[in-house]
């Protein structure tokens, strides 16, 4: 992709699954990428992934907590070099029917999966406004455009998302900030692996989701990696406030 080489990325949410994938491409493209992520080890693995010649830091932190968020900003532009993009990839859910969750549960999704962006947008797009430009990318979700049975607060946030990802995109065009969302289908992550279990029962409702998937199975964290790539890229410099699917066309919205 043109223009990546040298460009400082965050990506949250980058120590494993999804945000690993897009994490060793960006490096790949000759970014210099900033992991916030719960887990330092996870982080520290997904930068030997990368290799020696790659610049990939750790951040410690739940997105969650906006302090925490400024002062890695802040310590990544000291360390890195101004940040041009923010790909926002750290999510978190458990599958519940909505009348057996608490209200204590929903707040715990919500904190993570659309407070925490609303935290790294705080944080990081003015700091693109005064450098002249930049690029957010949500990882957001298809269950966002269809709905998900036993997902509903989460898809609920990933809606949300969308919704502010437009609104944002709006707010910040004529400030060279362009903000996408790309929304996954069911894919092959540690997430998807506790969610899903083991078993006979497992493999029966895998095989279910992937009869209903077009391309005929299910995602793998480096299917997003190519298009978070050219959005953060200048190839991508004439797309903004777009929800762009990948899912095996699985929904065709
Ligand atoms: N796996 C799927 O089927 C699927 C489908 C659609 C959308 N998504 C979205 O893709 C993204 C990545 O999902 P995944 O399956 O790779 O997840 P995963 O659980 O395998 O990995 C998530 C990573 O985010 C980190 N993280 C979680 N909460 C955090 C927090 N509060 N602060 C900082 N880091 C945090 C975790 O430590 C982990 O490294 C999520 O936003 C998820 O909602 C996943």
Not at 99 to 125: C, M, Q, R
Not at 127 to 154: F, L, P, W
Request: net charge negative; glycine share 12%.
């Amino acid at each position: 992709m043109r223009g990546l080489d040298g460009k400082v990325a965050i990506v949250t949410g980058g120590g494993q699954g999804i945000g690993r994938a897009l994490s060793l491409r960006l490096a790949a493209e000759g970014c210099k990428v900033a992991i916030f992520d719960l887990s330092t080890a996870a982080g520290e693995e997904t930068a030997k992934l990368a290799g020696p010649g790659a610049t990939v830091r750790t951040w410690q932190l739940d997105v969650s907590d906006l302090p925490a968020v400024q002062a890695a900003v802040e310590a990544v532009e000291a360390e890195l070099g101004p940040i041009w993009a923010l790909v926002n990839n750290a999510g978190w859910d458990r599958p519940a029917p909505f009348l057996k969750t608490t209200p204590e549960f929903w707040d715990k999704v919500i904190s993570i999966n659309l407070t925490g962006n609303l935290n790294t947008h705080y944080a990081v797009a003015g700091r693109m406004v005064e450098h002249g430009g930049g690029r957010i990318i949500n990882i957001a979700s298809d269950a966002a455009k269809v709905g998900t049975a036993m997902e509903a607060v989460y898809s609920a946030c990933k809606g949300g998302l969308i919704s502010f990802t437009k609104s944002i995109a709006r707010e910040l065009a004529r400030k060279n900030v362009l903000c996408n969302a790309v929304c996954p289908g069911p894919t092959n992550t540690p997430m998807m692996a506790e969610v899903a279990g083991t078993g006979p029962e497992a493999e029966k409702w895998k095989a279910a989701l992937e009869r209903g998937i077009p391309l005929g199975r299910m995602g793998e964290p480096e299917d997003y990696a190519g298009i978070v790539a050219l959005l953060a890229s200048e190839d991508g410099a004439y797309i903004t406030g777009q929800a762009i699917s990948v899912s095996g066309g699985m929904n065709m919205v």
